[in-house]
């Protein structure tokens, strides 16, 4: 784990890794593994010349596409590539454990401890405890913790009354000298824990009574490190960015089915994420240097040989930003942070740590993702003042056809236990039109997000998204 007194530095080592660590990795498997269990967090270094070193590839690669005669083949070559990647996750049908556990399935069941890191959340914190409070499980095989992450609101006052009225909620106070953002809270709590799987929420998280019993059948498989909860909008209705972001997360609940049906990877969304402690162990917690959490830890769990699964049904809600600046906010730092795995583990995925499966599909989601909304901006430039065709453009057409299908397919999955008439089918073919064109904004969230990486990277701190709970109708049932 690396020391927290390195957490506001914004770069830990300027130097870009050498190719000759590449040829090490392959060449001497102890040396890598034993790198990777004792230095795994050293890759972090260089992350802004690696991001300008990506960036100017990109733009070279793109030009050179136009200048050269024979780049019809290479473009022909990705169209078959993502065509065929797109095909394959159109038609593998995914397998759904929907299952929960009944009340005389009592016996054995796994410890679970519960944790939330909540800074000035004292607008939805009585409602996160009553959520908390709700779960139909053995009260003596649950704890749950909330972190007081330096709240400067009533958010600690709050916690501390409540803990005292209900013995399963723990409080931990972190004050200013504290480290590490929400993965250092994290860590700090876990430390604490007993469980034999570790749940994380969001502040403004909802999720039905009955989802730890859904949650614990899908880890009885072995492989299986943690379970991912499909999420939706709990104020899906409020306007347009609110609705988009629906859809989004239908989308991305599509995208994760699908990929794990076909031997890639599943990944952990923060909020309704659980582990298993022994593999959250073996990969050392939650890393403290990066600014996506749950992204960092999806490849680290991979790269130790474990799989992520997901649980489609119940959903767990959280609050949608509202605005467009708040949006980009929060759409900048998740593109960096997906930046991040690829620059500080590149040469663990690289190596056979992974499975051609997941590299298979690692490689056909950063193109999909980040090299080709980045490429679009040389592209085009090339378009324009040299009239030549879009190159980049016929293989972006290609995965948005991808995207609508997974949008229109990832709503009706979420109502599934309902009969579908023609005119509900239209209204989803209608939310997957707002939702695409909602989906425009990453053309220019990725070409930016890459251009300032190569300057700055973001301040490692804790980030937020403002929560005023007004979506939520619980009856909560609690008092001052």
């Not at 600046?325 to 590149?346: K, N, P, V």
């Not at 089918?425 to 890459?450: A, C, D, E, R």
Request: aromatic share 10%; net charge negative.
């Amino acid at each position: 784990m690396p020391e927290k007194d390195k957490l506001n530095h914004s770069e830990i080592n300027t130097e870009l890794d050498p190719i000759t660590s590449l040829i090490a990795e392959f060449s001497d498997p102890d040396i890598q593994e034993e790198e990777f269990r004792n230095d795994f967090f050293q890759g972090l270094s260089g992350r802004r010349k690696k991001a300008a070193f990506a960036l100017s590839l990109i733009w070279l690669v793109t030009i050179l596409l136009h200048l050269v005669s024979w780049s019809f083949w290479i473009v022909l070559a990705l169209g078959i590539f993502v065509t065929i990647q797109a095909l394959r996750l159109m038609f593998v049908s995914p397998s759904v454990n929907n299952q929960a556990l009944s009340t005389q399935e009592n016996v054995n069941l796994p410890r679970m401890s519960l944790m939330v890191s909540a800074k000035n959340e004292e607008m939805v914190v009585r409602k996160l405890v009553k959520m908390l409070l709700s779960f139909d499980y053995p009260q003596e095989l649950y704890e749950f913790w909330v972190i007081n992450d330096n709240s400067s609101d009533g958010t600690g006052r709050i916690l501390d009354e409540l803990a005292q009225k209900h013995p399963q909620l723990k409080v931990l106070h972190r004050d200013n000298t504290a480290k590490g953002g929400k993965s250092g809270a994290l860590n700090q709590a876990f430390a604490l824990t007993n469980g034999d799987i570790i749940g994380v929420f969001d502040a403004d998280a909802k999720a039905s009574p009955d989802l730890l019993r859904k949650i614990v059948p899908l880890f009885e498989v072995e492989n299986i490190g943690a379970i991912q909860v499909r999420k939706s909008m709990s104020n899906a209705d409020e306007n347009f960015w609110t609705q988009g972001q629906l859809s989004e997360m239908a989308l991305d609940s599509y995208f994760q089915q699908q990929r794990i049906a076909c031997g890639g990877m599943g990944e952990l969304r923060g909020n309704g994420q659980f582990v298993r402690r022994l593999p959250l162990n073996s990969c050392g917690g939650w890393n403290e240097e990066t600014i996506t959490d749950d992204l960092d830890l999806t490849i680290r769990l991979h790269l130790d040989n474990w799989d992520i699964n997901i649980l489609e049904h119940p959903p767990v809600e959280e609050e949608g930003v509202k605005k467009a600046i708040a949006l980009w906010h929060q759409r900048s730092r998740w593109a960096e942070g997906g930046y991040q795995r690829y620059f500080d583990y590149w040469r663990f995925i690289f190596s056979n740590r992974l499975n051609w499966h997941k590299k298979f599909d690692l490689l056909y989601f950063f193109l999909v993702q980040y090299i080709f909304p980045t490429a679009a901006i040389p592209d085009l430039v090339m378009v324009i003042t040299r009239h030549h065709i879009p190159l980049i453009a016929p293989l972006t057409s290609l995965t948005l056809v991808l995207a609508f299908w997974g949008m229109f397919t990832g709503l009706k999955r979420t109502k599934s236990d309902t009969f579908l008439s023609i005119t509900d089918n239209l209204k989803m073919i209608q939310q997957s039109i707002l939702g695409m064109i909602y989906l425009t904004h990453w053309f220019i969230v990725m070409p930016v997000t890459t251009a300032r990486m190569s300057i700055r990277q973001k301040q490692l701190k804790w980030v937020k998204t403002v929560h005023d709970g007004s979506s939520d109708n619980l009856e909560l049932g609690l008092t001052e």
